[in-house]
């Protein structure tokens, strides 16, 4: 037992567990803040001026919205199941934060002698695991809506998982090209590729919007949130829910988001790469400064993505549900099935 | 029959391929609203901004004073008659001796009562006030949880005593000439 002890890498435990909390605090601040940003966007579109009551510019609004969902009565229905109700919401704020941990969120920076990855865990398989968490994600939505045992709530749920399950299928194939390219299934290793060179996105465009157009109906964003068609489904899946365990759905859809938008800026646009085509080491910064650049550079991606996600909100109306599944099955299936071709026939040209 | 040539025949053509892809359409859309961003915002601040009235508005009522303080109004009675909702109910009193500096006349409204919620500020009190007793202000009844809380008696009707709000009874004669002044013009 000792030994064991002894052979535990015991800072490399704590720099881990330390790194882990500062991502967890991260999206959640993320996530708060995205929801102000998201009134703010929908009004200044609406030419409206948006949350600008609570502190400087309406900053403090999201920690009074906080503060209302968890002073507001918590109901579960009688004939709900009370253990899979509350699994739902937990089961959906938990698969939201995994996903992070596979993302690398900046290059190496070294601290106290040692050199500390700026990424959770570097899986070989991190485009996997993804996929893997993310098609577990459905599951929050699907068990909160049948435990709801109200009609509407059970319709928004298989919309939900329906339309997840379409998505993610060309999705995979999207992503099937992307890796035919980098020869990788590792998040990090795709990073490293796109540092100094192309970034993945000028390879495979077509790639590149199939993958948007699947990360909004994974998110259950306009024009894909058919799951809580509120002038359909009253709430859709969250129709019955109330205080923050609402609050948790509501909120993993926005870490949702910031995480897709992470994804997005990973795969291809060169995660923490700065510029494109260009080498930042010539600039001649030390490896730490270097590193927090890039990290930043990557958040800004990110922010540009979550503000691309609201203006696409606030612009196409909501699909009808045909609409949706002609979408999914017979335009962007084969679309990706061939850009999948088109890319392997361009690797063997260019080989041969 | 073609009663204006503002009619457009409905296009029905089955959409081409840059159609059926969306996504020039939505680029389009994407682009008229990011320019709205930039666009000058509509909202009004609501206390601390207000949108100006109308010239012609008619809010609440107020009973008028002279310029030594006496109430003006004589409890005649030709608001409460010239009102076609019956807001106005008042009860009149005869003014005793060493109440000269309260009332202008000899006869003076004990109660006089206006009902806001059946009022329908249509101003015909004003146009019936021999004395030039009441006018109609530029401000509205505030919400309230009960019904009595809208029967405005004199102590929310009658402007303040120019000896112990000088100030305030100086606004409310000034908002009382602006109406005259309106009135006059209307009937020019």
Same mark, same amino acid.
């Given at each position: ?10 800072? @490399? ?13 991260? +999206? ?19 030419? *409206?001026?948006?949350?600008? /009551? ?14 209302? @969902? ?37 290059? &190496?920076?070294?601290?106290?002698? *040692? ?20 098609? =577990? ?21 298989? /919309?939900?998982? +329906?339309?997840?399950? +379409?998505?993610? =299928? ?50 259950? *964003? ?90 696409? *909100? ?5 699909? /009808?549900?045909? &609409?949706?599944?002609? =979408? ?19 690797? @063997? @040209?260019?080989?041969? | ?188």
């Amino acid at each position: 037992m000792n030994t064991f002890l002894l052979t535990v890498d015991w800072p @490399l435990v704590l720099e881990k567990v330390i790194f882990i909390a500062f991502i967890i605090t991260v +999206s959640l601040v993320v996530a708060m803040y995205a929801t102000w940003g998201e009134r703010k966007i929908a009004a200044f579109i609406q030419d *409206r001026l948006g949350p600008n /009551r609570a502190g400087p510019l309406g900053l403090f609004q999201p920690l009074a919205d906080g503060l209302k @969902l968890f002073m507001k009565e918590e109901i579960i229905p009688n004939a709900a199941n009370k253990w899979l109700f509350i699994l739902g919401p937990s089961m959906a704020m938990f698969t939201a934060m995994l996903t992070g941990a596979v993302i690398p969120w900046g290059n &190496q920076i070294e601290l106290f002698g *040692r050199t500390i990855s700026l990424q959770i865990a570097d899986v070989n398989i991190g485009i996997l695991f993804v996929f893997g968490v993310v098609s =577990l994600g459905v599951y929050g939505i699907m068990i909160g809506a049948w435990a709801s045992n109200n009609k509407f709530s059970l319709m928004g749920g298989l /919309r939900a998982a +329906s339309q997840i399950i +379409s998505y993610e =299928l060309a999705m995979g194939i999207a992503l099937i090209a992307l890796l035919m390219t980098t020869g990788t299934l590792s998040l990090g290793e795709m990073v490293k590729q796109q540092q100094d060179g192309w970034w993945n996105f000028f390879v495979q465009p077509l790639g590149f919007l199939i993958f948007l157009i699947c990360a909004f109906a994974e998110c259950n *964003r306009t024009p894909f949130d058919l799951a809580e068609a509120e002038n359909e489904l009253i709430g859709g899946y969250h129709s019955e829910y109330s205080s923050m365990k609402l609050g948790f759905y509501l909120f993993a859809e926005y870490i949702n988001m910031f995480i897709s938008s992470a994804i997005m800026a990973t795969l291809y646009f060169g995660g923490y790469d700065i510029i494109p085509f260009y080498d930042e080491s010539a600039w001649g910064f030390s490896m730490n400064t270097m590193a927090a650049l890039g990290a930043l550079a990557l958040f800004a991606k990110i922010v540009f993505f979550i503000f691309f996600f609201m203006w696409v *909100r606030w612009t196409i109306p909501r699909f /009808r549900y045909d &609409q949706l599944m002609n =979408l999914g099955w017979k335009s962007l299936i084969p679309l990706s099935l061939f850009n999948m071709l088109a890319t392997a026939i361009v690797i @063997l @040209l260019k080989k041969g | 029959m073609q009663l204006t040539n503002r009619a457009k025949p409905v296009d029905r053509r089955p959409m081409n391929l840059l159609e059926r892809i969306y996504l020039p359409a939505i680029l389009k859309g994407m682009g008229i609203t990011f320019s709205h961003i930039f666009k000058k915002k509509v909202t009004i601040q609501y206390p601390e901004q207000t949108r100006p009235f109308s010239p012609v508005f008619r809010g609440l009522h107020i009973l008028n004073r002279d310029e030594d303080g006496r109430e003006n109004c004589t409890a005649c009675g030709l608001c409460a008659v010239a009102c076609p909702a019956e807001a106005i109910t008042m009860d009149a009193a005869e003014r005793l001796p060493g109440e000269e500096n309260l009332y202008r006349e000899e006869k003076y409204a004990a109660k006089y009562e206006i009902n806001m919620l059946r009022c329908i500020f249509c101003g015909f009190c004003e146009d019936a006030c021999p004395k030039d007793a009441i006018y109609l202000t530029e401000t509205f009844a505030p919400a309230n949880y009960s019904r009595q809380s809208f029967i405005y008696g004199k102590d929310n009707l009658v402007i303040p005593h120019p000896k112990d709000n000088p100030e305030e009874f100086a606004k409310a004669k000034g908002l009382i000439d602006e109406r005259k002044a309106k009135a006059k013009q209307e009937t020019a």
